[in-house]
């Protein structure tokens, strides 16, 4: 079974799923093709945009169990 961490960066995650666009997009996180997001960790990321790190963490992670 496949979890991502608050370190690796937005492309690693996607790489992982493709499905966890879903899940950046429906969160706020509207940049996902732009360079410098694929280079972003989660957490900065997340904090870029106001979010709380650890609860988007644990949606996607509860994606990819559920898978």
């Known amino acids: 079974m496949a979890q991502v961490s608050k370190d690796m960066t937005i492309g690693e995650i996607i790489n992982v799923d493709q499905g966890v666009v879903s ?21 900065e990321a997340a904090m870029v945009h106001g979010m709380d790190a650890d609860v988007l963490l644990s949606t996607i992670n509860e994606y990819l169990q559920n898978k």
């Open 23 to 43: 899940i950046l997009l429906a969160s706020g996180m509207h940049c996902i093709g732009c360079p410098s997001s694929q280079g972003e960790s989660l957490e």
